[in-house]
């Protein structure tokens, strides 16, 4: 198994990025890594090169280059000949840190989408408070979709869980306004007359984002710019939080400082799980194609690999582009 990666994609690239393939080298010894990048930007923070292959690259695409313009303009970046090694089939799957639109770019027009799946999406797993968490998608990699959309976001979502994170029959929800099959915008409704009517897969009917992080559902479906929406209100809710608490803690008497050293650990332990669930995949590509946050840490780059290890190991994206051709 041979994962591409943008070595100079990210805020903290390329340190956290190559520091945190020295950790999954010393997980995987069966993974192999195409590092594409500056070359002595990358050796400077590798430990060694057993298992990886360094691609010297001129350019870069950074936060601020429009998407479209600079897959097609900036051929050689170190994204976007990751994207072509996996492309050419060089390598299995591709990890960036970088532009999340030039990386959904690249994919579309490299990497290609499934036969049958006419937008692919974009998916991450979610904490939940019982600790088993929940994939969620489509957390923006389309703005507009239609109930068609959403079923196929179903299917996709529900493999996804099946063999990456080892749910056997994992619940499917549809994010809506209200939990009664009455209830959503006429996209909403009928894709729930649609999901009902499928039998390879357990949808559960409706969820309210209220509930989503209660694990109530392993897979919730949305569209992507209500998903988007959702996602950054549950990122910002949980950072305020934490920045409510610390400033509670270091303004409180004694006695609440004293307790807040105590508990200092449990939250940092908190805070660890709400990032735990790897790197953001667009799933619906013809091979994995994984986004790790812009300000990764290597303990998250090493997550990400991870999570693309057991995407290979159990071949999702190939049952997936199976299901589909059989559909079609």
Same mark, same amino acid.
């Given at each position: 198994?041979?994962?591409? #990666? ?18 999954? @080298? &010393? ?6 890594? =195409? ?6 930007? #990358?050796?400077? +923070?590798?430990?060694? $090169?057993?298992?990886? $292959?360094?691609?010297? /690259?001129?350019?870069? #695409? ?18 976007? =000949? ?7 089939? $060089? ?9 999340? %639109? ?13 036969? &049958? ?30 109930? &068609? ?5 179903? !299917?996709?979502?529900? +493999? +996804?869980? =099946? ?5 056997? *029959? ?7 306004? %209200?939990?009664?099959?009455? @209830? ?14 499928? /039998? ?7 969820? $309210? ?35 409510? !608490?610390?400033? /509670?803690? @270091? ?16 939250? +940092?332990?908190?805070?660890? !799980? ?32 991870? =999570? ?10 190939? *049952? ?9």
């Amino acid at each position: 198994m041979k994962i591409a #990666i943008d070595a100079m994609g990210g805020d903290n690239a390329p340190e956290s990025v190559i520091k945190g393939v020295n950790l999954a @080298k &010393q997980e995987f010894p069966d993974l192999e890594f =195409q590092l594409f990048g500056d070359v002595a930007a #990358i050796k400077n +923070y590798l430990d060694d $090169e057993k298992n990886v $292959e360094i691609i010297a /690259t001129s350019e870069v #695409i950074d936060f601020h280059d429009d998407p479209v313009t600079a897959i097609k303009s900036k051929k050689d970046s170190s994204l976007v =000949q990751a994207l072509t090694a996996v492309k050419k089939g $060089e390598a299995d799957a591709i990890l960036s840190a970088g532009s999340t %639109g030039a990386l959904l770019t690249g994919g579309l027009l490299l990497v290609k989408r499934m036969k &049958q799946v006419s937008r692919p999406a974009l998916m991450s797993t979610l904490p939940t408070s019982d600790g088993k968490g929940f994939d969620m998608l489509d957390l923006g990699a389309n703005t507009e979709n239609t109930a &068609q959309h959403l079923v196929d976001f179903a !299917i996709l979502g529900s +493999y +996804y869980a =099946q063999n990456v994170r080892g749910i056997e *029959k994992p619940r499917v929800a549809l994010l809506s306004n %209200g939990a009664e099959e009455s @209830k959503g915008s006429p996209m909403v409704k009928e894709a729930h007359e649609l999901l009902s009517g499928r /039998t390879d897969i357990d949808f559960i009917g409706n969820i $309210e984002s209220r509930d989503i992080l209660a694990g109530a559902a392993d897979v919730v479906v949305a569209d992507g710019f209500t998903g988007n929406a959702v996602l950054k209100a549950i990122e910002g809710t949980m950072s305020t939080m934490f920045k409510m !608490i610390s400033s /509670t803690i @270091k303004s409180g008497s004694l006695t609440t400082k004293i307790g807040g050293a105590l508990v200092k650990p449990a939250l +940092y332990s908190l805070k660890d !799980i709400a990032s735990s669930g790897g790197g953001a995949a667009f799933v619906g590509l013809k091979a994995p194609v994984v986004k790790a946050h812009g300000n990764s840490t290597e303990i998250e780059i090493a997550t990400a690999l991870r =999570q693309i290890h057991k995407m290979l190991e159990t071949d999702v994206t190939g *049952k997936l582009v199976t299901h589909f051709e059989e559909m079609s």
